[in-house]
Antibody, heavy 121, light 108 residues
Framework: EVELLESGGGLVQPGGSLKLSCAAS????????MSWVRQAPGKGLEWVSS????????YYADFVKGRFTISRDNSKNTLYLQMNSLRAEDTAVYYC??????????????WGQGTLVTVSS | SSELTQDPAVSVALGQTVRISCQGD??????PSWFQQKPGQAPILVIY???NRPSGIPDRFSGSISGNIASLTITGAQAEDEADYYC???????????FGGGTKLTVL
């Protein structure tokens, strides 16, 4: 069974940094696009960033561009999200999600359980 | 970036059919995906592409599209279908992904 396990969330002060990890198992990680999606408390889903399964194409929502960096290590079957210059409005549960396809389609067929990031002083 | 618009809330009587809509310009170029999310749980993909159901999704869930309006139809809604439903699609201009605001489905 496909499994995605996020880690790295926690409490951080405004302006601080965190690095999220997503360990994947039971599928050929390098073949699929992977994404981060977040959900603020009581709010809807919000796409954050994606990394294609082929080549090195990365995509970012406008509100995180320049602050967040997505990366992947196919040898470790792990997706990362480096988050810098964090703001209160970045407070959310961050989900790692697997795409059905190699390219970034938005069809996320497997999701992790999420990791909570709280930005507060 | 494009936007996807969903009705905030919809209700359906047990066993009846309900249609949840999603409207946006990106839907003229890309099929949407539909996700079900129950409180405290991660989302689940229920429909993607033209009308594809992942393994394990009941066949009472189906998808359709006309112009820039996509619909998720639940034929014979069950109590366990009560959840929030989100649509998304690729953005036509920049390869981003956009989500709709979500629809809270109540099964009466």
């Amino acid at each position: 069974e496909v499994e995605l396990l996020e880690s790295g969330g926690g409490l951080v002060q405004p302006g601080g940094s965190l690095k999220l990890s997503c360990a994947a198992s039971e599928f050929i990680f390098s073949n699929y696009a992977m994404s981060w999606v977040r959900q603020a408390p009581g709010k809807g889903l919000e796409w954050v960033s994606s990394f294609s399964g082929s080549g090195a194409d990365t995509y970012y929502a406008d509100f995180v561009k320049g602050r967040f960096t997505i990366s992947r290590d196919n040898s470790k079957n792990t997706l990362y999200l480096q988050m810098n210059s964090l703001r209160a409005e970045d407070t959310a549960v961050y989900y790692c999600a697997k795409d059905v396809f190699t390219h970034n389609s938005g069809s996320f067929d497997y999701w992790g359980q999420g990791t909570l990031v709280t930005v507060s002083s | 970036s494009s936007e996807l618009t969903q009705d905030p809330a919809v209700s359906v009587a047990l066993g009846q059919t309900v249609r949840i809509s999603c409207q946006g310009d990106s839907l003229r170029d890309y099929y949407p995906s539909w996700f079900q999310q129950k409180p405290g749980q991660a989302p689940i993909l229920v429909i993607y592409g033209k009308n594809n159901r992942p393994s394990g999704i009941p066949d009472r869930f189906s998808g359709s599209i006309s112009g820039n309006i996509a619909s998720l139809t639940i034929t014979g809604a069950q109590a366990e279908d009560e959840a929030d439903y989100y649509c998304n699609s690729r953005d036509s201009s920049d390869n981003h992904v956009v989500f709709g605001g979500g629809t809270k489905l109540t099964v009466l």
